[in-house]
Antibody, heavy 123, light 106 residues
């Protein structure tokens, strides 16, 4: 069974940093591109970042470019999001999600999602 | 940047058909994916690449895409279909989600 479990969320002050993790199981993690998607309270979905299976291709939303860094450790079946210079508008539930097909294929749908971890940026 | 516009809400009578639109410039040339999200839950993929259903998704869910509009159709709507629905595309090395539509089953 495919499982994605996010952790690392919490309360942080504006300007602070946080590192989110996503532990994957039930599939060959190293074969799939992975993604981070966030959802502010009461708002819609916003794509944050994507990383290909071997980390060769990395993409960011303009809203986080230069502040957030996506990475992965295939030996540990884990996905990460390092978030720096956090702002109030970064407050959201952060989901990790798997690309639907193995290998690299831009524009793939996300077929499995974690339950999310809440990040609150407030003084 | 590319924008996807959805109606804020759609209401449908129990057992009838709901159509949720997703508007974007020449969206017909892109692959459109659709997600269902119920309160407090993670999104679930219901249609991918315009009109394909993942395993486990009822045949009542279907999709189409042409011109400037993609459409998710829910036939024989059930109470359990009440949820928010989002369209998604890939454009210029970014994913874009639609604004979201709340479906209410009356």
């Amino acid at each position: 069974e495919v499982q994605l479990v996010e952790s690392g969320g919490g309360l942080v002050k504006p300007g602070g940093s946080l590192r989110l993790s996503c532990a994957a199981s039930g599939f060959t993690f190293s074969s799939y591109s992975m993604n981070w998607v966030r959802q502010a309270p009461g708002k819609g979905l916003e794509w944050v970042s994507s990383i290909s299976s071997s980390s060769s291709y990395i993409y960011y939303a303009d809203s986080v470019k230069g502040r957030f860094t996506i990475s992965r450790d295939n030996a540990k079946n884990s996905l990460y999001l390092q978030m720096n210079s956090l702002r109030a508008e970064d407050t959201a539930v952060y989901y990790c999600a798997r690309d639907e097909s193995p290998g690299y294929s831009y524009g793939s749908p996300f077929d499995y999602w974690g339950q999310g971890t809440l990040v609150t940026v407030s003084s | 940047s590319y924008e996807l516009t959805q109606p804020l809400s759609v209401s449908v009578a129990l057992g009838q058909t709901a159509r949720i639109t997703c508007g974007g410039n020449n969206i017909g040339s892109k692959n459109v994916h659709w997600y269902q999200q119920k309160p407090g839950q993670a999104p679930v993929l219901v249609i991918y690449r315009d009109s394909n259903r993942p395993s486990g998704i009822p045949e009542r869910f279907s999709g189409s895409n042409s011109g400037n509009t993609a459409t998710l159709t829910i036939s024989r709507a059930q109470a359990g279909d009440e949820a928010d629905y989002y369209c998604q595309v890939w454009d210029s090395s970014t994913y874009v989600f639609g604004t979201g539509t709340k479906v209410t089953v009356l």
